[in-house]
């Protein structure tokens, strides 16, 4: 079955009804259907490198060629993604996002600030219960692990660790792939730093990560420049922490030129889920759920597998035989995710606070 929770528009955009539960092929018509009228779909803060994402937009746009996606600043954060829906509860136009993809402990806050329609997608039964919001609200999209993207021209011996990072011999190297006042990324890397040093879950490890990137940044090694692939090529940011899918697709991108080393770092594993959810503003909702219906069917959450992603659903395709040989060979080595942490919303609520808070104060260092 599909359900539908909240306003479901009809092809004249007047509302049909609230919530209600339809048989699966018919809902699944009518939404095609009433998408295709609004004719688009507003993303935000989805590069094509990051998750596979350019792959899985495109299959999108094949399978409904009658929607068009607007694609807003691709290099935006989750504090960005949500400010841009409280910057458009009143505005239909092309600056209004109808969907975010956002760390998890902004789908929560979100919720409670009136910022989600909720809709339960026609898979939802086999996402996991601990990924999902029970209303509907937010749920697991995909999840990764923190590591460090190398430039091997640039850098002859990898670190392995996050101690490492704070060597002489990487001074003027280090950066994140975001700003740790807005960015999920760059909140939970330095997050996964205090870890590492063996602070306790929570506000204890948002701390000691902003000690740790104090003295990184005192030492001279910390770039304060949201690194990118682009970055680390030009050797700007040699060093960049970022999600593993995201190194491993910045390798396959250049190459060789320069050749690229991912490494898990032996301590401080943190993995991070992110969370799919719609504006309770959104201008294009019916575009908005079909979207949902897409990145959750099988075809998207392998979409997001072969841009390195783990998909939300990953246990249930596996058991079910779905996901494709050649997809699961070009993964990382199991090993080295058997430390890895999966935060709870209140340690992450708690480290995002700490960290978005202190940074200026702390570290003094003005990503940008």
């Given amino acids: 079955m599909f359900k539908f929770t909240g306003k479901v528009l009809s092809l004249s955009a007047a509302a049909l009804f609230a919530s209600t539960v339809i048989s699966s ?3 699944l018509d009518d939404l095609v259907k009433a998408a295709k009228a609004e004719g688009q779909l507003t993303t935000i803060a989805l590069p094509h490198d990051w998750c596979g994402y350019g792959a899985v937009i495109e299959g999108f746009k094949a399978k409904y060629p009658g929607i068009t996606i607007n694609e807003l600043n691709p290099d935006a954060g989750s504090g960005d993604e949500v400010e841009a829906i409280k910057a458009n509860k009143d505005n239909k136009g092309p600056q209004a996002p109808d969907v975010i993809d956002v760390g998890l402990s902004f789908g929560p806050t ?4 009136g910022l989600l329609m909720p809709y339960k997608v026609s898979t939802w039964d086999s996402i996991p219960d601990s990924a999902k919001d029970a209303d509907g609200a937010w749920y697991g999209d995909y999840y990764g692990v923190l590591a460090f993207e190398v430039n091997k021209d640039l850098v002859k011996e990898s670190p ?3 101690a490492d990072l704070q060597k002489p011999e990487f001074a003027n190297s280090v950066a994140l792939a975001g700003d740790p006042r807005a960015s999920n990324q760059a909140i939970q890397a330095v997050y996964a730093a205090g870890l590492s040093g063996g602070a306790a879950a929570g506000e204890a490890a948002g701390t000691a990560g902003l000690e740790y990137f104090k003295k990184l940044n005192a030492a001279g090694n910390f770039v ?3 690194g ?6 030009q050797g700007q940011t040699p060093i960049l922490v970022t999600w593993d899918y995201n190194a491993l697709s910045g390798r396959d991108t250049l190459k060789g030129n320069p050749p690229v080393d991912v490494i898990v770092p032996k301590t401080g594993v943190v993995a991070g889920v992110y969370v799919q959810a719609i504006s309770a503003f959104a201008p294009h909702p019916n575009a908005a759920k079909l979207w949902m219906e897409y990145l959750y069917s099988d075809e998207g959450q392998i979409g997001w597998l072969k841009g390195y992603c783990h998909p939300i659903r990953f246990n249930d395709l596996a058991k079910n ?3 494709p040989a050649d997809v699961l060979a070009k993964l990382p080595p199991a090993e080295s995710y058997a430390s890895a942490v999966f935060p709870t919303l209140d340690e992450q609520g ?5 960290i978005t808070k202190n940074w200026d104060a702390t570290v003094g260092a003005n990503v940008k």
């Fill in 25 to 27: 092929a018919d809902s």
């Fill in 224 to 226: 304060p420049v949201i």
């Fill in 228 to 233: 990118k692939t682009a970055t680390l090529a």
């Fill in 350 to 354: 708690k480290a995002k606070e700490t």
């Fill in 110 to 113: 979100a919720k409670k600030d």
């Fill in 321 to 323: 035989g779905k996901i």
């Fill in 160 to 162: 392995t660790d996050w």
